[in-house]
């Protein structure tokens, strides 16, 4: 069981009989947690900073074909085709374009990812698989830039950036529908 600041787990702080007679909201309980939670939130979040001032190098494929035959070959292949093995095997990431409707979907980046903002952000936080956040953000850059330029999304000399990357039209870009459900119109 996790343990938070004050030494005890969530569940044991709430089972107790004062909190269940008293009828008050548990409240209380996570409020001596919030400054914890706020640190330590901001120490994770600090890497991942945008603007205009940060990532500010360009990268291009050809460096992201180095990177990825170096840490992500391993499990992606060295095609991007995907690893099948149990254990190690990672996801196909190309093709599967306009497969999403049919009966035999095929999810990659060409076919799935809506933004090539995510896809950074995917990789930067859990890439490679046996070393997550261990990737540079050049190198993120990088592979991203070699990832799309082998699906044809952008040309071979392109450079990807913070300024770049956001003007990247995905090919799914289009194909998720917005939630009609009323209860969605809540939580905006």
Known sequence: MRKICWGRSLPE??????????????KHHMASALPHVRRSLRRSLASL???????????????????????????HGKQLEGNPAKGIGGDKLLGGRGTLASKTPIKTVESYW???????????????????????DE????????????????????????????????????????DPRPEVQLYR
């Open 114 to 136: 809506p933004y090539a903002t995510t896809l950074f952000d995917y990789v930067k936080r859990s890439m490679p698989f046996n070393a997550p956040g261990s990737l540079s």
């Open 139 to 178: 190198e993120v850059y990088s592979v991203v830039a070699y990832i799309l330029s082998e699906a044809k999304i952008i040309t071979p000399v392109e450079k990807m950036d913070a300024t770049t990357l956001p003007k990247v039209v995905m090919p799914n870009r289009d194909g998720f529908e917005p």
């Open 49 to 75: 900073q945008t603007g205009p001032d940060c990532h500010r190098a360009a990268e291009t494929p050809r460096r992201g074909a180095t990177v990825y035959a170096d840490k992500c070959a391993a499990c």
């Open 13 to 26: 702080r709430c089972a107790r009989p004062r909190c269940m007679r008293s009828g008050r909201r548990r």
